[in-house]
């Protein structure tokens, strides 16, 4: 029996990219746009073009080359900000503004400095501005949840007559609860004229960790387009995270009675792209795409899925693309063998990017014999963060021990192909060699974040080495996958 269809609206690269230290490069969006295409989502969000002409070049890019979902742009209540969203998007195939504005007191009085009238003159007059534009238009009120519900119906009501066609209602702070929200959106529902003949939509934030659930009560009460991000990135403690309302969705098809356009299968590859080009890793717990999400440690869990999965397995993890982790290629594999591989994976590398990747695969094959399909994972990666390199990594020698004070000695080579040799003591080997690091490039900086972790299983596992690091205001991070030694 088929049911109604629930919306999947990713703003991974809007609202994802506001979290700080995620800004991404207009390839990098593409890439990541092009797998939300073929994970099947109803819509993506792209940017918000007035924000910065960076964002305004990345949203139009991804219009003109990303044709099946449709291609929104977000857009203040204001006149130029909705000319430069449409200006952007223009050439998409489905074109949608999305216009937001305040609607609670906090932000009227202390943000906006307006009152309430002149800001439903403002929601009213942008609306019918992006719709002058575009058939689709969304309208968010921000701050939605923490609105006096009798303002939030009266803006709703307003912004229908002038053709919205989504009403996204943002919990913007995680202020929420899903009793409360389930109860808002049965509100709207019940005072909003027109309510029925348009998209209402929920966009949930996770200051308090309940993004998700909050999400799913919102479809239990009759909302039908989800907002959120791959990984549950985006502004301070992130949005929804996609895959987990998708999948919660599709497990629990029984009780939510919704059915949704997307490909499960592909949930895998968009979280990792997500986290590859963000640099922010998923934490092994997490539900649906973290490490341990589908390893069984203890004995009578173990004992149990031998005997039938479905005992402590509630989704298969192949239905969200999962790698095996069973042998596929060895030493003496060849570039026809990768690069078949690498296809059925459903990555299409490029002939130079193959002859780089089949480099690499030998290097590993050698140190390793067997090649999983998680090694492959690991080695696409780290070919698709690729930096126009400033300096090259020479030679690097750290001495370390239990009564001796870490120490490196680094020589790197720079743009005009000079090397230069420096050396640091550290509170550790890594630290040492950073401080080494410092003294020749001279950029002031601080290390934010560095982790080490392993990707795959075993002595010969692929590890990852994930950094962050902050100078003049700017947040840039980078990870790199290697074999441990
Ligand atoms: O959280 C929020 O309120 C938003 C809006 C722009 C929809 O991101
Ligand atoms: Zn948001």
């Not at 701050?143 to 002038?162: F, G, H, N, S």
């Not at 939510?256 to 990792?272: E, H, L």
């Not at 690091?469 to 990870?479: H, L």
């Amino acid at each position: 029996m088929a049911y109604d269809k629930v919306l999947i609206f990713d703003t991974t690269l809007r609202d994802g990219e506001q979290a700080a230290g995620a800004a991404m490069t207009t390839p990098e969006k593409l890439e990541i746009a092009r797998q939300l295409e073929r994970l099947g989502v109803d819509i993506i969000e792209a940017g918000f073009p007035i924000s910065s002409p960076g964002d305004f070049e990345a949203v139009r890019t991804i219009a003109k080359e990303v044709r099946k979902p449709i291609i929104t742009a977000l857009a203040h209540a204001n006149a130029a900000a909705v000319d430069r969203a449409w200006e952007a998007i223009k050439e998409a195939r489905h074109p949608r503004i999305h216009v937001f504005l305040s609607s609670s007191d906090i932000h009227i009085l202390h943000q906006l400095r307006k009152d309430r009238e002149e800001v439903m003159g403002m929601a009213v007059s942008n609306v019918r501005r992006a719709k002058g534009y575009c058939p689709d238009v969304e309208f968010s009120p921000m701050d939605a949840t923490r609105t006096d519900p009798q303002y939030l119906y009266a803006m709703l009501k307003a912004v229908i007559e002038e053709g919205a066609t989504t009403l996204n209602i943002p919990d913007t702070v995680g202020y929420t609860t899903a009793d409360e929200f389930t109860r808002l959106i049965q509100g709207i529902k019940a005072n909003v004229p027109g309510i029925d003949k348009v998209t209402l939509s929920v966009h949930c934030h996770n200051d308090l960790g309940m993004a998700v659930a909050n999400t799913l009560a919102a479809v239990k009460a009759g909302a039908r387009q989800v907002e959120g991000c791959i990984n549950g990135v985006g502004e301070r403690a992130g949005n929804a995270a996609l895959e987990e309302v998708i999948m919660s969705l599709k497990t629990r098809r029984d009780y939510f009675q919704v059915d949704m356009n997307v490909d499960t299968t592909q949930i895998y590859r968009a979280s990792k792209l997500v986290s590859d080009i963000t640099g922010f890793s998923v934490q092994p717990n997490k539900a649906v795409t973290g490490g341990n999400a589908f390893r069984h440690a203890s004995g009578i869990h173990q004992d149990g899925l031998l005997k039938d999965r479905t005992t402590y397995e509630i989704m298969d993890p192949q239905s969200i693309g999962w790698p095996s982790s069973e042998l596929v290629l060895g030493k003496l594999s060849g570039r026809h063998g990768l690069k078949a591989r690498l296809n059925e994976l459903g990555y299409q590398p490029s002939d130079p990017e193959l002859n780089r990747l089949f480099e690499a695969f030998k290097e590993l094959a050698d140190k390793k014999r067997e090649v999983t399909d998680r090694d492959l994972e690991a080695l696409m990666s780290n070919q698709r963060r690729s930096f126009a390199e400033t300096y090259v990594l020479d030679h690097v020698q750290v001495s370390c021990g239990n009564h001796e004070v870490p120490t490196a000695t680094v020589r790197l080579v720079g743009p005009d192909g000079v090397a230069k040799t420096d050396a640091a003591t550290g509170t550790g080997p890594v630290d040492a060699v950073y401080r080494a690091i410092n003294r020749i490039v001279s950029v002031p900086n601080k290390l934010t974040e560095f982790s080490v972790r392993s990707v795959t299983e075993g002595i010969d596992a692929v590890g990852e080495v994930s950094i962050r690091i902050e100078s003049e205001g700017n947040v840039s991070s980078a990870a790199e996958k290697a074999t441990t030694p």
